[in-house]
């Protein structure tokens, strides 16, 4: 199986993830923001190209391509609905849309991996999305215990541990995707 631009393109996701995380993290500097904003903008169109170049090759990161989009439009729609039920469901529906990326991201570069003998990696791959399964579920559940004014305690300590588990998964997926450019 020909798999030269799922290589390229998973490359490309995990530079993109990168260059987001240092921007995100520069974003809270005075006079860098500014940079860190359009960085991280360009890291995310090359995150796009990226995950289009590999759905070349493979089906489900075609599928996970047209999700990110979808997550894109919904994301407009969410920041004009603002805050309230309505903003909380349409955060809740993108949380969702994110989840699905990944895991199909996951999935078929993992079955794509058995295909190649390297069963190391898949089961990595596997182990990500199992991981960024529970994440994204305790953030939808923190989200709506934030809306409880009694709950809204323990929202805050769940988002802690949330964030810490969110750092791991996002760690996960980026060794997968530098395993996985380096496998196929």
Same mark, same amino acid.
């Given at each position: 199986m020909e798999t030269i631009y799922a290589s390229k393109g998973l490359k490309k996701m995990f530079i993109a993830q990168i260059g987001g995380t240092v921007c995100i993290v520069l974003a809270v500097l005075p006079l860098i923001n500014i940079v860190a904003v359009i960085a991280a +903008?360009?890291?995310?169109?090359? /995150?796009?190209?990226?995950?289009?170049?590999?759905?070349?090759?493979?089906?489900?990161?075609? =599928?996970?391509?047209?999700? =990110?989009?979808?997550?894109?439009?919904?994301?407009?729609? /969410?920041?004009?609905?603002? =805050? @309230?039920?309505?903003? +909380?469901?349409? /955060?809740? @529906?993108?949380?969702?849309?994110?989840?699905?990326?990944?895991?199909?991201?996951? =999935? /078929?570069v993992a079955e794509t991996l058995r295909r190649t003998g390297s069963e190391e990696i898949a089961k990595s791959g596997d182990l990500v999305w199992k991981v960024n399964l529970i994440c994204y579920l305790a953030s939808i559940l923190i989200s709506v215990l934030a809306l409880v004014p009694v709950l809204g305690v323990l929202a805050v300590v769940g988002s802690f541990v949330v964030t810490i588990a969110e750092l791991v998964a996002a760690i996960l997926y980026l060794i997968f995707l530098y395993k996985s450019s380096a496998a196929l």
């Open positions: +903008l360009a890291f995310s169109i090359l /995150s796009i190209v990226g995950l289009y170049e590999a759905g070349r090759n493979i089906d489900g990161c075609k =599928t996970a391509f047209m999700l =990110t989009i979808a997550n894109m439009a919904l994301s407009v729609v /969410s920041g004009i609905a603002g =805050t @309230g039920v309505i903003g +909380l469901l349409l /955060s809740i @529906g993108g949380m969702v849309l994110q989840f699905l990326v990944t895991y199909f991201v996951c =999935t /078929s």
